[in-house]
Structures are given as C-alpha cells and as structure tokens.
C-alpha cells in the first residue's frame, strides 16, 4: 500500500511539472512578420495584414533613437530578422535579432565604436526595475515569451519603428 501511494505521488508530481514547463507548443497561423513601436511600448505578431497577438513591452533605457554603438542602452530601429534562439537565456527564454546590419556596423566604425550586437526580445529579469531597463533589447513578461518563442521562427522579418 505505501509503495502505491508512492508511485502515485509520483506520478503526480512528473504530471504537475510537465505543465509548468516554459516550452509552449504553437499550432495556430504563422507569424509572418513582427513589428515593434518604441514610443508607444507595442509589439505585435502578424499572419499577413491580420494581428495575431499584441504585447507591451520594455526597451533599452535610452530609448529614443537608433542604437549607434554597445552600451548606449537603445533599441535599434529598422528591419531585421530574427536569427537565432536561447532557451537558457537569463532572462527566462529569448530570441534574437539580427542586428547589426552592414550599415550599423559602418556607422558605428565610422565614429570609431562598436556597434555592439546581443540584442534580443526576452522575457524580464527580476533584477531590474519596471521600466526601460534593457541594454536595447526588447522585453516582455515571462509567459508572454513562452509563446513568443513559441509563435516565432527564425527567418521572421522584425521592423523596429521609432
């Protein structure tokens, strides 16, 4: 009888830790393409010209204006693409995008910096505080990300607007 119980037990504690797992499974239309309004704090997903999902989110904490060279705490803006996956990222899961460009590489050259790199969309730290506190990534709530990172594949075109 106690060994019962304790296969049991068991089996519900593998039961309940399979459903807590931040790895979502995505069975709904492709997202074709994200797009993200720095002043207004928006990120949406889109299949096509339809919005699937629509999220607030937390930039650099400097976030006006395109990001010029690391460490200015801005996000960048223009049209990348998301190219890569971190599912052991710090910041719960993350996806990254393609930044820099040819031309922000030139740039930042040109003014004799680094243009920088490691900028992604993630999910929060408990570190930092509410607000605009990324180095120039994009951030959203945990679970958010669960289905972001879930939703989106690699080779999805991001546009980054002012």
């Known amino acids: 009888m106690r060994s019962i119980r304790f296969i049991l037990l068991l089996v519900l504690i593998t039961g309940l830790a399979g459903c807590s797992s931040k790895f979502k499974t995505y ?10 309004w720095k ?9 096509h010209d339809k919005v699937l999902e629509e999220y607030e989110i937390d930039l650099g904490f400097a976030p006006s204006g395109h990001k010029q060279f690391e460490g200015d705490g801005k996000t960048p803006e223009g ?18 995008i393609s930044y820099p460009n040819a031309d922000d590489i030139a740039a930042a050259r040109a003014a004799g910096k680094s243009p920088g790199g490691d ?44």
């Not at 002043?39 to 299949?47: E, G, I, P, T, W």
């Not at 049209?79 to 996806?95: E, G």
């Not at 969309?121 to 605009?132: A, R, T, V, Y």
């Open 27 to 36: 069975n709904g239309p492709e997202v074709t393409r994200v797009a993200v």
């Open 39 to 47: 002043d207004a704090r928006v990120m949406k997903l889109y299949h």
């Open 79 to 96: 049209r990348y693409l998301i190219d890569r996956r971190n599912p052991k990222s710090s910041f719960h899961l993350s996806i990254g």
């Open 119 to 162: 900028i992604f969309i993630h999910g929060e730290s408990k570190l930092f505080g509410p607000k605009d506190w990324t180095w120039g990534c994009i951030a959203v709530t945990n679970r958010e990300m669960e289905w972001i990172y879930a939703m989106v594949r690699n080779g999805t075109v991001i546009d980054i607007y002012p």
